[in-house]
C-alpha cells in the first residue's frame, strides 16, 4: 500500500503533519498494529460481526457512533478537538468516512492486542498499513506531544519502553489514515475462547480473514476481591454478582452488556478489571 499517494487530500495532510513532528529512525520490522473491540456488541441493533461482513471495512466511532472508549466523535467534541490539534486541523470539515480509525502498535507481540482495554478480540493488521499509520504515546484522550510515523519512530519506541503506566495504559496508540479492509489489510481476527462454539464465532467465519485464538482473559472472584482499589469496590462488587461458578470472563460481561440492566460504564469498568487481572498465561491451556 502506498498511503502517502493513494489517500484522499486531509489524510495526506495528517501524515504529513505528523511527520513533522516525529523523530528518529524508523520502525523495525515486525510489529504490527492491532484494533481491540468487543464482538459481542451491537452498532444500531445490528452484532457488530455481521455489521463488520456487510460493510467489509473497519470504521471509526464518527461513522458508527458507538466507541469502547470516550464517545465524544461529535463536532467540538472531545475526540474531535483531539483530532484537530494532532492532525493539524486536517480533518476539521472532512466526512466522518475520511476520519482516522484507531488502534494500537503490538511493540510486545502480546496474543491479546496491543489495546486490551478496549476488548477481548483483536484484529491484527497487514504490516502495509503501517504506511498509513501515525503514532503517539501516551493515547490521545492524554493530549500527548511524543508521535512518530513508521519512517520516524525510535524516538517513540523508547519513550513507551521507559515509562512505567499501568497495563492497560501502556501502548502506543495508533492512527489509520486509509480505509481499512477486511478482505486486504487484516491478517486474521483474534477471538477470546470464551465465544467458542457461540454466535460470535459463527459470525466471525463469515468474515474474510482466518480466525485465530487468544490464551483468553478468566478471572476468578477470590483474584477480582483482591482489587478493589483498581476502578473501584462498587465494580469488584458487580464483577463478583456477575461471576458464574466463582469466574468472570468476557462472555459473561458482554451478555449483562445486551442484556440492559446494567450501567454501561459500570460494565466497562469489570471488564477492565478482567482485562488487567484476568489473562490467562499462554503457557497454559486457556478455557473454552
Not at 457488530?48 to 470516550?70: C, H, K, M, P, W
Not at 489514515?177 to 478482505?183: F, G, Q, W
Request: net charge neutral; aromatic share 8%.
Amino acid at each position: 500500500m502506498n498511503a502517502d499517494l493513494s489517500v484522499p487530500c486531509p489524510r495526506r495532510r495528517a501524515l504529513k503533519h505528523v511527520s513533522s513532528l516525529s523523530s528518529g529512525a524508523p520502525l523495525a520490522p515486525g510489529p504490527r498494529v492491532t484494533l481491540n473491540f468487543h464482538p459481542d456488541r451491537t452498532v444500531a441493533g445490528t452484532p457488530i460481526l455481521e455489521r463488520l461482513a456487510g460493510d467489509g471495512l473497519y470504521v471509526s466511532q464518527f461513522v458508527t457512533g458507538t466507541s469502547n472508549g470516550g464517545l465524544t466523535a461529535h463536532p467540538e467534541g472531545d475526540r474531535w478537538r483531539w483530532e484537530s490539534r494532532i492532525f493539524g486541523g486536517a480533518y476539521d470539515r472532512a466526512e466522518a468516512a475520511e476520519r482516522p480509525v484507531y488502534g494500537a502498535l503490538d511493540l510486545g507481540r502480546t496474543p491479546f492486542g496491543a489495546a486490551p482495554r478496549f476488548g477481548s478480540a483483536h484484529f491484527r493488521l497487514v504490516p502495509e498499513i503501517l504506511g498509513a499509520a501515525t503514532f503517539c504515546y501516551p493515547d490521545s484522550a492524554a493530549e500527548p506531544v511524543h508521535f512518530g510515523v513508521v519512517a520516524r519512530m525510535s524516538g517513540l519506541v523508547e519513550l513507551a519502553a521507559a515509562d512505567d503506566r499501568d497495563a492497560l495504559d501502556d501502548y502506543v496508540e495508533a492512527q489509520i489514515h486509509a480505509p481499512v479492509r477486511l478482505d486486504r489489510d487484516v491478517e486474521a481476527i483474534v477471538l477470546d475462547p470464551a465465544h467458542r462454539g457461540t454466535p460470535v464465532e459463527a459470525a466471525a467465519r463469515l468474515l474474510p480473514c482466518p480466525v485465530e485464538w487468544h490464551p483468553g482473559f478468566r478471572l476468578s472472584v477470590a483474584e477480582l476481591r483482591r482489587h478493589p482499589g483498581y476502578r473501584g469496590p462498587e465494580f469488584v462488587s458487580l464483577g463478583c454478582a456477575l461471576a458464574v461458578d466463582g469466574w468472570l470472563d468476557a462472555r459473561i460481561i458482554g451478555d449483562a452488556v445486551r442484556a440492559g440492566r446494567y450501567d454501561a460504564q459500570g460494565l466497562k469498568r469489570v471488564w477492565h478489571l478482567l482485562a488487567r487481572f484476568g489473562r490467562v498465561p499462554s503457557t497454559l491451556p486457556a478455557a473454552s
